[in-house]
């Protein structure tokens, strides 16, 4: 577990050739484990499940605390192309988390499969909420791979499906492995980002009964320079040359 004061003690003070007068500041990343002793070969599936890195959520997660006033335990989730649901213990410490590819799988999946040419290369900023529940319920009921193929058969046998509606059906797949291990955690969760997957997953985690804080786009934005404002205002003077 690490406390964002604890990320302020251990920034890395480079000089950049050419710019000699300008101090520069690495804030580390986050990681679950400080070291292992298996081989690839014979890593626990336990282990392995819990072994994760970030980079940069860290200090946007500083951020969206600092300026919401948040304190104690609490669960983000952060969607993107990469996802990542990050917990905070009631010490304010980062105490775990994992990150799935959600983001780039969809892309992957409208861009670079059979679905492509149902899709025609859009990617709405809102979704059909109707059409989201209904890739997310059946993704749930058959598995994520099979219902990805069903994007094409919506498009292929029946009438007046959209591009706009079969992207949201194709989101709601996509999304509910992460959906349903949040729902599994039962317990509020804050949602940061952009649109168009941070209202998908508010919608979606709502119909299942999950309390849903949705972070502002102003504050979502500007998170990472909050977060590092913050931890650099909280450095050890000691490391300031």
């Not at 989730?77 to 799935?100: A, D, Q, R, Y």
């Not at 069903?150 to 509910?176: H, N, P, W």
């Not at 504050?219 to 450095?235: C, L, R």
Request: net charge negative; aromatic share 10%.
């Amino acid at each position: 577990p690490i406390l964002p004061t604890d990320l302020a003690n251990v920034m890395h003070h480079v000089t950049v050739p050419g710019w000699p007068e300008i101090p520069c500041w690495f804030i580390p990343g986050v990681k679950t484990f400080s070291q292992t002793l298996f081989h690839a070969d014979n890593i626990p599936v336990n282990i392995l499940d819990e072994m994760d890195i970030m980079r940069g959520e860290e200090t946007e997660l500083t951020g969206i605390s600092a300026k919401l006033g948040l304190q104690g335990e609490r669960v983000f989730l952060l969607p993107g192309s990469h996802m990542k649901i990050v917990s905070f213990n009631s010490k304010g410490e980062i105490e775990s988390f994992h990150t799935s590819i959600t983001g780039e799988l969809l892309r992957a999946a409208a861009d670079h499969t059979i679905l492509q040419a149902s899709l025609g290369g859009i990617y709405p900023q809102s979704v059909d909420k109707t059409f989201l529940q209904r890739g997310y319920e059946l993704a749930r009921k058959s598995g994520v791979m099979q219902a990805m193929f069903k994007v094409r058969i919506l498009d292929k046998s029946i009438g007046g499906t959209s591009a706009e509606k079969l992207y949201a059906f194709l989101m709601g797949i996509c999304l509910q492995p992460d959906v349903d291990y949040l729902v599994a955690r039962n317990c509020p969760v804050c949602i940061a980002g952009s649109d168009p997957f941070r209202n998908a997953y508010a919608y979606l985690l709502t119909l299942q009964g999950i309390s849903v804080q949705v972070v502002s786009q102003e504050v979502s934005e500007y998170a990472v320079p909050y977060g590092a404002e913050w931890i650099w205002q909280h450095m050890d003077n000691t490391m300031n040359p």
